[in-house]
């Protein structure tokens, strides 16, 4: 697993590559936990395009960043992009869509907008 991340103005944009797992997600979790904290962004994309597998540390993943966040600026916002249909639907019945906008492509971003 690797992260590429990218920030212009208030948006973080973390580009997921390879697996989440147990194994990986550490690293990840870190990576993205420096930037924000030196960033101090109001709103993470989490670009899933490249993710090859995932398993409940993806999960954990888009939650602790929540968490992280919410410490930094109660007001930000998470998006995560580039989800599998089968992905979404995970972390629909996990209760991310409650914390953030979930989305399979960038399509959905034009047409709800």
């Known amino acids: 697993m690797n992260v590429t991340i990218e920030s212009s103005g208030c948006v973080v944009i973390a580009y997921l590559i390879g697996e989440i797992d147990h194994h990986t997600a550490g690293d990840v ?20 395009k490249n993710v090859s597998f995932m398993d409940s540390s993806g999960i954990g993943l888009v939650m602790g960043r929540y968490r992280l966040l ?8 998470i998006e995560i992009k580039n989800v599998t249909l089968q992905t979404k639907k995970i972390m629909e019945l996990a209760g991310l869509s409650s914390i953030a906008n979930i989305k399979e492509n960038d399509n959905e971003y034009k047409k709800a907008n």
């Open 29 to 48: 979790r870190e990576k993205i936990d420096n930037t924000l904290m030196f960033k101090k962004p109001n709103t993470l994309i989490l670009d899933f």
């Open 70 to 77: 919410q410490s930094i600026n109660p007001a930000c916002q």
